[in-house]
């Protein structure tokens, strides 16, 4: 009897611990699969990343993350998901849009300010020059203390210059008109007028009846001495330069224009000055007077004279001024910030941002550009919402996926990368 309990007790402890053994076994593959489906689960949302690329240059692919040898930039990652392919564009996660700065504007209307601006430089008016030379021959009894660059004043003397040969011609005129020989002193009236002396001379000859053989030679205008060719002793001949002197009362600026803005600048147009080094109350205006016809050969610019008066005398030659030449004001056109436009070299590129975080490039046509904002004649409308800045990330990622640029109306879409800009140099 204690051997059969013995038996059945045993019995029954091996059936009890091959049941848990079998819960075990059903908890522990329950649990298995819980996790394989967790796990297939975050595979799925997690795409795997095939590579790494510089944004600035997305044809060059790198196995790790870290920064570009490039360019001071994180490497971004490209994942498997080829979900942001797309033929309404290129989908941007918000936080790579948040971490690079993109920006987003809106399409506007609006009066383009046509007024050109240039650098100028403040020179000399060339045709307010005056040649102070000598009416007849002698010598330089005296100079007064001028050299090139002083600033003289219509009247000043600039020599003293002694003429034998009026000595003797102004002796022989006032014995004529003492004997009352009038014919004779009308001769002799008439050479003194040859040998240079000018009527205010011989009319202070015949009203004092003194010889007078130094005469003054004096500035005829205020201005600057270009030149002064004289010094004491100096033996003049008839007709020789003494002094060149140009005048200040008006300057002339030189503004570079660009060719392709020639078209906009005409003569008598005015001209907004601000001066380097003068303050903003004297800033002045002037007027075109002039567009030389040759063509700048290394810079490619045409040169436009502006003529400006100038009182006071507090614009010098050699300043540099900023022009600004002033248009009528123009018709409404669509609008958009120049830097929201990429230049290729064979196209214009706007990026029109789409619902979803979605961009899609766009071919346009520009016109003017003038103060920060540039014509758009095709391509936008009103209220379209476009990349401002940051646009080298869409730019890239439209590269990578060979994203079909939206052409101009009546053209086809070519699927190349957007910037159409080759890589840089050692990439």
Same mark, same amino acid.
Request: glycine fraction near 8%; aromatic fraction near 4%; charge should be negative.
């Given at each position: ?24 076994? $059903? ?5 298995? /699969? ?12 997690? @795409?795997?990343? &095939? ?13 790790? +993350?870290?920064?570009?040898?490039? =360019? ?23 936080? $790579? ?34 040649? &102070? ?42 014995? %004529?008109?003492?004997?009352? &020989?009038?014919? %004779? ?8 007028? $040859? &040998? ?35 010094? *004491? ?39 907004? /000055? ?10 002045? $205006?002037?007027?075109?007077? *002039?567009?030389? @016809? ?16 100038? +009182?006071?005398?507090?614009?010098? +030659? ?7 030449? %002033? ?24 990026? %029109? ?53 939206? @052409? ?15 890589? =840089?140099?050692?990439?």
């Amino acid at each position: 009897m204690k051997t059969w309990t013995v038996g059945v007790i045993s019995l029954l402890s091996m059936v009890m611990g091959a049941l848990a053994m079998w819960s075990l076994g $059903q908890y522990t593959a329950s649990k298995a /699969i819980l996790v394989s489906h967790a796990g297939s689960s975050i595979t799925a949302t997690t @795409p795997k990343v &095939l590579y790494w690329y510089d944004p600035m240059n997305p044809q060059q692919h790198f196995n790790h +993350p870290g920064k570009s040898p490039y =360019m001071d930039m994180a490497l971004v990652a490209k994942y498997a998901d080829n979900s942001e392919k797309s033929s309404q564009g290129i989908a941007i996660s918000g936080a $790579q849009v948040q971490a690079l700065g993109m920006r987003i504007g809106t399409v506007k209307q609006g009066i383009l300010a046509k007024n050109l601006e240039a650098t100028a430089l403040v020179t000399y008016n060339d045709r307010d020059v005056s040649i &102070l030379q000598a009416r007849t021959a002698g010598f330089i009894e005296h100079a007064t203390p001028h050299a090139v660059g002083d600033l003289v004043h219509t009247g000043d003397i600039l020599a003293w210059l002694r003429v034998p040969a009026w000595a003797a011609a102004q002796a022989d005129d006032l014995t %004529l008109r003492h004997r009352g &020989l009038p014919e %004779l002193a009308a001769a002799a009236h008439q050479r003194l007028q $040859q &040998l240079g002396m000018s009527t205010t001379e011989i009319k202070a000859l015949e009203h004092d009846g003194q010889v007078h053989d130094v005469v003054p030679l004096r500035a005829l205008r205020s201005g600057v001495l270009m030149s002064v060719e004289i010094r *004491e002793g100096m033996t003049v001949e008839q007709g020789q330069t003494i002094a060149r002197i140009n005048g200040l009362q008006t300057i002339w600026l030189e503004a570079a224009i660009p060719q392709s803005q020639a078209s906009a600048v005409h003569v008598g147009q005015y001209a907004k /000055i601000t001066i380097d080094g003068v303050t903003p109350e004297n800033n002045c $205006q002037g007027q075109v007077m *002039e567009i030389l @016809p040759a063509v700048n050969d290394n810079s490619r610019t045409l040169t436009v004279r502006i003529q400006v008066d100038n +009182p006071g005398y507090r614009l010098h +030659p050699g300043m540099y001024a900023h022009v600004q030449l %002033l248009q009528p004001q123009g018709i409404i056109h669509i609008l958009v910030p120049s830097e929201a436009v990429l230049m290729t070299g064979t196209r214009s590129l706007v990026f %029109l941002a789409e619902p979803d975080n979605r961009y899609q490039p766009v071919e346009v046509r520009v016109g003017a550009e003038s103060s920060g904002m540039t014509e758009i004649l095709q391509g936008l409308q009103p209220g379209d919402r476009i990349v401002l800045s940051g646009q080298f990330l869409v730019d890239s990622e439209a590269s990578l996926e060979n994203l079909p640029v939206r @052409p101009l109306p009546g053209g086809s879409a070519v699927t190349s990368p957007a910037s159409g800009m080759p890589p =840089m140099e050692g990439m």
